[in-house]
């Protein structure tokens, strides 16, 4: 299964999002190749850190740009059970190449005005996505979502009308957990503390990879 984790707006909290999913799939005994298609290199900077501090690493991480995300990765596909895909914050020619190869797309967004605006473009991008990628599945996510509940309900109430992806139900909280995990180069479920953050992430990865699986098997 190929995931790309994208959006048209930096700072939704993409690449913790990736490398998390990263982190459980490897843990559970599944083969993964994490590529970072974002100029930031955020993926491959914590996959240093991680090996920096001396902690294993049961995942390829590899850095890709523009249309040798396509090229590279329908080579290797059939090497890995899982590829995750983590690009920059806006529409470039990497994260365009990554969803020609892509079963899922996962846009998070940060209910904040600058974020929801960001909508109708996430919108068109998925339209011409799938003009030449009919099997794309795009789902929404509330990332770094606060403690104001209504903030939260007001941007999945806007997610959820938008057209071209679903809403997914959970939400991601702005947890301490998850930047700590990221800052000693862990996922959530190599820390000892923080069970909210380890429920949401759980949560994520089951609707994503469940959902999916259900799907494919009614093809």
């Known amino acids: 299964m190929i995931i790309t984790i994208g959006a048209v707006k930096g700072g939704v909290g993409k690449s913790l999002i990736a490398t998390k999913l990263t982190v459980l799939r490897a843990s559970i005994g599944k083969k993964v190749l994490l590529v970072d298609a974002d ?6 900077s914590w996959t240093d ?6 902690v294993e690493t049961l995942w390829t991480t590899i850095q890709l740009k523009a249309n040798a995300v396509r090229t590279e990765i329908k080579k290797m596909m059939k090497d890995y ?8 914050g806006r529409d470039t020619a990497s994260l365009r190449a990554a969803l020609t190869v892509s079963d899922v797309l996962l846009i998070p967004f940060q209910p904040k005005s600058f974020d929801i605006w960001t909508t109708d473009k996430v919108s068109c991008l998925i339209e011409e996505a799938m003009s030449f990628n009919d099997n794309l ?3 929404a996510v509330i990332n770094c979502a606060g403690s104001r509940g209504s903030d939260n309900e007001d941007a999945q109430s806007i997610l959820a009308k938008a057209p071209g992806f679903k809403l997914l139900p959970m939400t991601i909280g702005l947890r301490k957990g998850f930047s700590n995990a990221t800052a000693e180069g862990l996922g959530i479920f190599e ?3 923080d069970k909210k953050a380890k429920e949401e992430m759980q949560a994520l990865h ?7 699986k259900k799907t494919l098997s009614r093809r």
């Open 39 to 44: 100029e930031q290199a955020t993926s491959i």
């Open 49 to 54: 850190q991680r090996t920096a501090m001396g």
């Open 81 to 88: 059970d899982d590829i995750i895909i983590d690009c920059g």
């Open 137 to 139: 599945i795009s789902y």
């Open 191 to 193: 820390m000892r503390s």
């Open 206 to 212: 089951d609707a994503l990879f469940k959902y999916k």
